[in-house]
């Protein structure tokens, strides 16, 4: 099969290797891709937002198969441009993106089909948000923009004027863009993270192994959201039995309430939740893998990952077989420039990948690198996903941070607590 995957970030290193390994792969092509990504495929330059660039590649070169990392494609609607010209892609369409690209739309849709989640208030202007702030009795509360930004545009805020603080940084300050045009204001929920995601073709859904992100900036979960600073896979949290009631009470409600809606969803489905004394409730849901999660569950792969997606693409996903995993735990450790999440520098030589890679079970994917003048330096927020294995998650820590500590980067910083809290847990 020749097949696209559109990206260029961590999460789309981490695709290209899992579907790299599959015996039906004929020649892979990534858009843009990145530097690492350019030693598992052949990287184009076509933005992973150019819609009408991406389907003449894929008609030019017949792209048997195209895959989707990022979410702002889907929410442009590059799945149906490709459908309208009958061309294979695995991702849903603008309507279905919505689930990703406008959190009123997903919560709304938890309210309707009685999907656990927070409690809720939808605003359209910062004076009516700042009002609704002076009737709460109790606090955190959690301030949400509600289109696309990046991992970042969700706020805790632990007083009223941290509450308010936060309204004027979405919807007056416009911090995180358009996305803040409507705001979410809604309780805070008490208990474990944990991500779950799965693979879906519009009727059959294929659950893939938990993973427990780590959004926060800092050590112990302190300073603003970021795209994610590590992950771990297996989330001990997540027993089968709390596996068992997400799949009934969360993800096949959400897929065949798309479906009635006229909007089936196919692609990745990814429930970012909070396992409280309640049970599970939906903190997000994502239509894509989850980055850096994806840098935590692929690793462990063991089947034919392109098999799986080309099955899921063509809506015969009940034909697969059951997913095979490595019993090992995985960690990865995200290296990022300084000032992350805020405003950072590019453009540093990074060294020591090579003595990084050389360690025995692990990777390291490409997230914000570049080429110059022939040598890598930073090009991103988060630079690096260091990813190792182990007899369980202390273990891949271990090996992921000994791997960490050969790659150096002027202003390099990540979080040393990265799956800490699942092994300490473990042995309580």
Excluded at 74 to 87: P, S, T
Aim: charged share 25%.
């Amino acid at each position: 099969m020749r097949v696209l995957v559109v990206g260029g970030g961590g999460r789309e290193h981490a695709l290209c290797a899992a579907i790299a390994r599959s015996p039906l792969l004929k020649r892979l092509y990534a858009a843009p891709g990145n530097a690492g990504i350019a030693a598992l495929a052949d990287c184009v330059d076509i933005a992973a937002d150019d819609v009408p660039t991406l389907l003449r590649f894929a008609e030019r070169e017949s792209i048997d198969l195209t895959i989707v990392g990022p979410e702002a494609p889907l929410v442009l609607g590059l799945a149906d441009a490709f459908a309208a010209a009958e061309r294979p892609l695995f991702g849903p369409s603008r309507l279905a993106a919505r689930l990703e690209g406008s959190k009123t739309f997903a919560k709304e849709l938890c309210r309707k089909h009685r999907i656990p989640t927070a409690t809720f208030r939808v605003f359209s202007s910062a004076d009516s948000a700042l009002r609704h702030l002076e009737t709460l009795e109790t606090y955190p509360v959690v301030v949400k923009a509600d289109g696309l930004a990046a991992g970042k545009g969700v706020l805790i805020a632990r007083d009223r004027a941290a509450a308010e603080q936060a309204v004027r940084a979405v919807m007056v300050e416009r911090s995180f863009g358009e996305a803040g045009a409507r705001a979410i204001i809604e309780e805070h929920l008490e208990g474990s993270e944990a991500s779950v995601l799965a693979v879906v073709d519009g009727r059959t859904i294929a659950l893939l192994e938990p993973a427990r992100d780590h959004k926060a900036a800092f050590d112990s979960d302190r300073g603003p959201n970021t795209g994610g600073m590590g992950a771990v896979s297996p989330a001990r949290a997540v027993t089968r039995g709390v596996l068992s009631q997400v799949e009934s009470q969360i993800l096949v409600p959400v897929v065949h309430a798309l479906a009635r809606a006229g909007c089936p969803f196919r692609g990745f489905l990814y429930a970012g939740l909070m396992l409280t004394p309640g049970g599970p409730k939906v903190l997000e849901f994502n239509v894509r893998l989850g980055d850096p999660e994806a840098q935590a569950i692929l690793p462990r792969l063991r089947s034919d990952f392109l098999a799986l997606l080309d099955l899921a693409a063509h809506g015969r996903l009940e034909e697969s077989e059951s997913i095979s995993w490595d019993e090992r735990a995985a960690c990865c450790v995200v290296l990022a420039s300084g000032g992350y999440p805020g405003a950072y520098k590019k453009g540093f030589p990074i060294e020591g990948l090579e003595d990084a890679a050389a360690l025995s079970d692990v990777s390291v994917f490409h997230s914000g690198t570049a080429l110059s003048d022939g040598r890598l330096v930073t090009a991103g927020g988060r630079v690096l996903g260091v990813t190792a294995l182990g007899a369980g998650v202390e273990a891949a820590c271990r090996r992921a941070y000994e791997a960490v500590g050969k790659i150096r980067f002027q202003d390099a910083h990540y979080r040393t607590d990265i799956g800490r809290a699942e092994h300490e847990g473990a042995l309580q």
